[in-house]
């Protein structure tokens, strides 16, 4: 059973950074792509950025050039440096990953974390 444990959310003023992070626990033979998405309160859910492997890196324009996703696959973790946060970026912020979990290749799901919540506020 794998799943996606989330921390670094909280309250910060504009202006200031946080560092999300996801770790996938459980067996995880391969973790394909992942991403980061959020949603506010009324809003839809909303991708903010997404590594794959067929394109690399991927931000939406809302928080390009304040944003960087990366990952550790050493220890099956994914990372969001949010930066020069402003309120609009107030969400609960959620990591999604591809993972085969094990041999073969019906072996797959995308996993789903349980969010953190992000606020920004003077």
């Known amino acids: 059973q794998v799943q996606l444990m989330q921390s670094g959310g909280g309250l910060v003023q504009p202006g200031e950074s946080l560092r999300l992070s996801c770790v996938a626990s459980?067996?995880?033979?391969?973790?394909?792509?992942v991403a980061w998405y959020r949603q506010a309160p009324g809003n839809r859910r909303e991708l903010v950025a997404r590594i794959t492997t067929r394109a690399g890196e991927d931000y939406e324009d809302y928080v390009k050039g304040r944003c960087t996703i990366s990952r550790d696959n050493a220890k099956n973790a994914i990372y969001l440096q949010l930066d020069s946060l402003k309120p609009e970026d107030t969400a609960v912020y959620y990591c999604?990953?591809?993972?085969?979990?094990?041999?073969?290749?019906?072996?797959?799901?995308?996993?789903w974390g349980p969010g953190t919540q992000v606020t920004v506020a003077s």
């Open positions: 459980g067996t995880v033979f391969v973790m394909y792509d």
């Open positions: 999604v990953a591809d993972i085969q979990y094990g041999p073969g290749g019906l072996s797959r799901q995308t996993y």
